[in-house]
């Protein structure tokens, strides 16, 4: 089995031996910088439990051998020798993998003068008594070593003021520590603490004291003498209780006490009057001190993670707070004393139980940042409009149907401009909920929606085709609408579904009880499994309704145990759903506190500190997998809900049960909490607008209109109608499915579909089982269509080439088809013609990887290339149509698509490779692997390449707001030594920022134990592979033109064009020399067309004065001065070609 075997990686164990060298495996240097334990080991999914030392056995004569081979690179000890910083003397042995301090150090003449030493980072036991020689000590650092008892002579250090000793293995508090009475800064973090001594106080003279990653239960009362310390760090111990004694430490400014078990805070600590910095949660507190209030200088308060059920007056007379931090609690109502808070600057209220937000905000006139999200608020106050300062709104989860969903889920700019036309305009009442009616084939969906909306029953209609739009007012209520989607059930269909779901709809889920087969988990699937997966992949806190039909074909007893069987499967999904969220949750957590234990059973090497931010969290929180939680929890609010009743509705000769289910839809419609937008209060102008578009639908003028036309329309009925007012309106009508405006794709922005059902009409003329068995073959199997046949099917539409244009646009950013040899490629038709036999011939024709059946092997990697595999794993299933949406959007990405199946594709580019295959694991999920290939010297086409079909991918995913997924980004190292549970870091890393972390070069492969470091050049793109390179323009070829003169032959060559092919673009006049410049540039962009870019034009500029201008020539400096000018314009890329 190959190294992508498991689509769901094991968790290694964290006994991990170390050796003392190290294989390099994506550079041919040692002496870089490097470091060890930054990927996350394991997966995000189902554990299965592994451990390194079980594959100790069967590597350690490889490993031996390594070590064998490459003893030549081990680090020697760096020479001793004083250096001298900010005019203090001192010794830098740090990084050396010393065991012992040489005694050579000690006996130096002027090691008396020696300020301070860094021996941080080595494999240290002890502190030697010699240290006593170093009389003038004032700092010593000892970080990340492996002591585990100090030594008496430490005591003499009579100067020492500052002592780090973190990361080591200290299990007691020395009492040769507090013999340093001028100690000022001490730190014993991440070691193995207990307890502190009862005399801590006295060291009377510390400032700033860091014990966190200990074992504590408590801290001792002596803790209140110490009168000048300033930054107290007690995070991540055991801490039940903090001392009275705090009332004493009135120069404290900081105290970080995050994640403990502290129940209460004592009175005591309203004393601490310069604190500035409190930090007290993930802890277990339920109220707080009344003397908190006294903190007048505090800057700081974060409570988050904590049992408080309400805001308490002490926090609101905090009037000098900047941020505040109250998220993760029970908190169900915002104290109106917060109003007082005028500097607060950042507000985080998440996941508490908060019903509203009060009108009096807008007095935090302050505030930039208001987190809000996973709460349950259904209205936002107007107040809000107010609020000038602020830059970030963050709302998501919550019920919120004032503004509509559309307006604030798109920011403050939205909310405000929505209630300025409202003042501006006035609002009126709108009543209206879209219907999406799912079901398999033959379930009785259109017959169901005809007794529904037309109280009558009709015989033979046509099953659905696509999708079918009906608009109901009901008699009961005439000023209301349902506007019912009827979906296609033919399987076909399924991939284009999604495009038409809207968050918060009403979902009718149709099954006939007839058909359905009772204990039948394959019928299950088919009739109500696959459109529940299909939802919840979606998101957007649908509502599911199930409807029988056929109940008259049925006795009772079936119809009741078919019933009970429908419910009882949904609820068990939904128990197991939930269940793995909350797991998956908890696993995220342990493997942030892994990465922690992994990464400090590694610290007698290059580490990075734990507390310096990690390149795996773009967000740079402390927790590497903090991003990946919060990704989790906003999935699983995105769920759909489900509704207990089966009603039974017959949907063949009789209307028995429709009236019952009508009244039980209205029910559901005046159910406020569970539909907040079926009425709705909204801007005048836009139920104007909205009535001018539907006179455009009735008159039946144009299906689509240029935006610019239907604005001119709008502001000639309201001359104030601003233009981005109208986008608004716009953008909500889009969302009821009133109207079709795709404002985030270029080409489909300027228009606006004013008939949706027209381009549904559109669609389905070539989404068709009728045109599946008609379709050419060739390279592409089984999905090519001429591009005449494809007019021809649109004959009855009368299409003008713009709307042809826009549909075409409109299929490729879909991913419904794509242009390729003179017709169109069309995965949703795509027919499994090919064997996995075939599979793997193509994958092994390029020395990629073997496909058999699930199974992904990578092999014969040769020595001068690369190659990176990504992977997107799927824990509950890709969504439907997804591979085939990727293959179409990814196209333009290509030189060309050498095989394409619905499960694999193969494409290359610039000599880079790219294989994408879709398996299924063994727990019936998904995984998509993407794996990329290139000589070494063309690493950054390859990263370009990965990357744009990794942001295709990313844009795609992110439409289905209740899909949970992981990104993995495969070691390289373990599937070149074919390991069966390779090491997987975590794919968030390649969007992260390494700016932060730039002497991170190397990154040690766990699996390896040390043994081997991959370059981090594997697994984090360049910086200039983010930047796709631009085409060459007009404007750059006439500059070239015009400085290259005679010898353009020479650059023709290096371009690639050889002289036979000079007739193709030759000129008449021979003799004009920029002329024919001109004309092979044009020959060369027409040949090479989007690989013709303005960077392999620079390159070829570059080589081409290398040949024919030395250094310091004249026609270099004017080609140099030429070039830049025109880098200034923008013309060219943005560093400028030397010439």
């Not at 010794?91 to 130096?108: G, H, P, T, Y």
């Not at 009735?698 to 709008?714: G, K, M, T, Y």
């Not at 099917?793 to 549909?807: C, G, H, T, V």
Request: charged fraction near 20%; aromatic fraction near 8%; charge should be neutral.
């Amino acid at each position: 089995m190959g190294a992508g075997a498991s689509s769901q990686p094991g968790i290694p164990g964290i006994n991990i031996e170390i050796s003392n060298s190290v294989v390099d495996l994506g550079s041919e240097s040692t002496n870089e910088a490097s470091t060890q334990g930054l990927g996350v080991p394991g997966s995000l999914g189902l554990p299965r439990k592994t451990n390194l030392s079980r594959h100790h056995s069967s590597r350690r004569k490889r490993d031996k051998d390594i070590l064998r081979r490459d003893s030549s690179k081990r680090r020697t000890d760096k020479p001793i020798t004083i250096q001298v910083k900010q005019g203090c003397p001192g010794v830098d042995i740090s990084n050396s993998k010393l065991q012992n301090i040489a005694k050579e150090l000690f006996q130096r003449p002027d090691i008396a003068n020696v300020r301070w030493m860094d021996a941080s980072y080595n494999e240290l036991i002890e502190i030697t008594g010699d240290i006593i020689k170093l009389v003038s000590l004032t700092s010593l650092n000892i970080d990340n070593n492996f002591i585990s008892e100090l030594s008496d002579s430490l005591a003499t250090l009579c100067k020492l003021s500052k002592l780090i000793l973190s990361n080591n293995r200290l299990r007691v508090f020395s009492p040769t520590l507090l013999q340093l009475s001028s100690l000022t800064e001490l730190s014993l973090s991440n070691n193995k603490l207990s307890e502190l001594p009862d005399q801590m106080g006295e060291l009377c003279n510390l400032v700033c004291l860091y014990v966190s990653h200990n074992t504590l239960q408590s801290l001792p009362d002596s803790m209140g003498r110490l009168r000048k310390l300033r930054v107290l760090d007690i995070r991540y111990n055991n801490i039940r209780t903090l001392p009275e004694s705090i009332e004493n430490m009135s120069a404290l400014e900081r105290l970080q006490a995050y994640c403990n078990d502290i129940e209460r805070l004592p009175e005591g600590i309203g004393s601490c009057s310069r604190l500035r910095v409190l930090r007290i949660s993930s802890n277990k507190l339920s109220t707080l001190p009344v003397s908190l209030g006294n903190l007048v200088l505090l800057e700081t308060l974060d409570v988050h993670n904590n049992k408080l059920s309400f805001l308490p007056d002490c926090v609101c007379e905090l009037s000098g707070l900047i941020e505040l931090h109250i998220g993760d609690n029970e908190i169900s109502y915002l104290n109106d004393k917060i109003s007082g808070m005028k500097k607060l600057q950042t507000l985080k209220a998440n996941s508490n139980g908060l019903q509203c937000l009060p009108t009096f905000l807008d007095s935090l006139t302050s505030l930039r940042y208001l987190h809000i999200r996973n709460n349950y608020i259904r209205t936002l106050p107007e107040t809000m409009n107010n609020l000038q300062s602020l830059l970030v709104f963050d709302a998501k989860n919550n019920p919120i149907h004032f503004p509509p969903r559309e307006v604030w889920e798109r920011g403050l700019s939205a909310i405000t401009a929505y209630f300025e036309e409202i003042k501006r305009s006035g609002s009126s009442r709108s009543s209206r909920l879209k219907i999406t009616v799912l079901g398999s084939e033959g379930a009785g969906k259109s017959s169901f929606i005809h007794c529904l909306t037309k109280s009558c029953v009709k015989e033979d209609l046509e099953r659905t085709a696509g999708i079918e739009v009906t608009r109901w007012i009901p008699v009961e209520d005439p000023n209301m609408a349902f506007i019912l989607w009827d979906h296609s059930g033919n399987p076909l269909y399924d991939a284009t579904h999604q495009f038409f779901f809207s968050p918060g709809s009403l979902v009718f889920l149709v099954v006939n009880l007839h058909q359905y087969q009772y204990q039948n988990p394959d019928s299950y699937l088919s009739c109500v499994g696959k459109f529940v997966n299909m939802l919840r992949q979606f998101g957007g806190e649908s509502v599911i309704q199930i409807v029988g039909t056929h109940s008259d074909l049925c006795n009772i007893n079936e119809i009741s145990n078919k019933c009970d069987e429908i419910i009882r499967n949904i609820q068990s999904d939904v128990n197991i759903i939930t269940k793995d969220f909350d797991h998956r949750i908890t696993k995220a957590r342990d493997m942030a506190e892994l990465f922690q234990r992994y990464q400090k059973s590694h610290n007698h090497s290059e580490v990075e500190p734990y507390s310096a931010p990690s390149p795996l969290s773009p967000s740079a929180t402390e927790d590497p997998v903090n991003d990946v939680v919060d990704y989790i929890k906003k999935v699983k609010v995105n769920q759909p809900k489900f509704l207990s009743n089966v009603p039974k509705v017959c949907g063949i000769n009789e209307m028995e049960g429709i009236k019952d289910f009508r009244r039980i839809l209205f029910k559901l419609t005046q159910d406020k909490k569970r539909y907040p937008t079926v009425e709705l209060f909204l801007p005048r102008s836009w139920l104007d607008l909205e009535a001018e578009v539907k006179t455009l639908k009735e008159r039946s003028l144009v299906p689509v209109i240029p935006l610019q036309n239907l604005i001119d329309i709008a502001q000639e009925k309201d001359p104030h109608f601003k233009d981005k007012d109208i986008l608004e309106a716009l953008l909500y009508l889009h969302m009821t499915g009133e109207v079709l405006h795709f404002v985030g794709i270029p080409g489909l922005k300027d228009y606006v579909f004013v008939s949706p059902t027209w381009l549904i009409d559109v669609i389905k003329c070539v989404i068709s089982p009728d045109l599946q068995s008609t379709l050419d073959t060739g390279p592409l199997p089984g999905s090519k269509m001429p591009r005449d046949k494809m007019m021809t099917l649109w004959d009855e539409f009368n299409l003008d080439q713009d709307q042809y244009s826009l549909l075409q646009t409109l299929a490729t950013s879909f991913g419904l088809w794509y242009a390729e040899q003179g017709g169109y490629v069309i995965p949703t038709l795509m027919r499994d013609v090919t064997s996995e036999l075939a599979v793997e011939k193509v994958a092994v024709l390029k020395g990629i990887s073997t496909v058999s059946g699930n199974e992904v092997q990578y092999h014969n990697l040769p020595s001068n290339e690369y190659q990176i595999i990504m992977k997107f794993v799927f824990p509950h299933n890709m969504p439907k149509g997804l591979f085939g949406r990727i293959t179409v959007r990814c196209r333009r990405h290509c030189t060309q698509y050498h095989y394409h199946s619905t499960t694999c594709l193969w494409a290359e580019k610039h000599g880079v490779s790219i294989v994408c295959l879709n398996s299924t694991d063994d727990s019936g999920g998904n995984c998509l692997t993407i794996c990329t290939r290139s000589v070494k010297d063309k690493l950054l086409p390859l990263w370009r390449m990965l990357l744009a079909f990794l942001n295709e991918i990313e844009e795609l995913l992110s439409q289905w707001q209740g899909l949970l997924f992981y990104r993995y980004l495969v070691c390289p190292h373990c599937f070149l030594a074919n390991e069966t549970e390779p090491f997987h870091f975590l794919g968030e890393w390649y969007k992260a920022n390494i700016n932060r972390l730039p002497e991170i070069v190397k990154i040690a492969c766990p699996v390896a134990r040390g043994a081997v470091r991959v370059h981090l050049k594997l697994l984090y793109p360049p910086k200039n592979a983010h930047v796709q390179p631009t085409q060459v323009s007009e404007s750059e070829i006439q500059l070239v033109a015009a400085t290259v003169s005679e010898h353009w032959t020479l650059l023709a060559n290096i371009l690639g064009i050889v002289e036979d092919e000079f007739t193709k673009f030759s000129v008449l006049s021979t003799s004009d020399s920029e002329s024919q410049v001109t004309a092979m540039l044009k020959y060369w962009v027409e040949q090479r067309q989007e690989d013709a870019t303005s960077e392999e034009l620079q390159n070829a500029l570059k080589i081409l004065n290398k040949i024919t201008c030395p250094p310091g020539d004249e026609d270099q400096t004017e080609r140099t001065e030429t070039i830049a000018i025109a880098t200034n314009k923008n013309e060219l890329p943005t560093v400028a070609v030397n010439l």
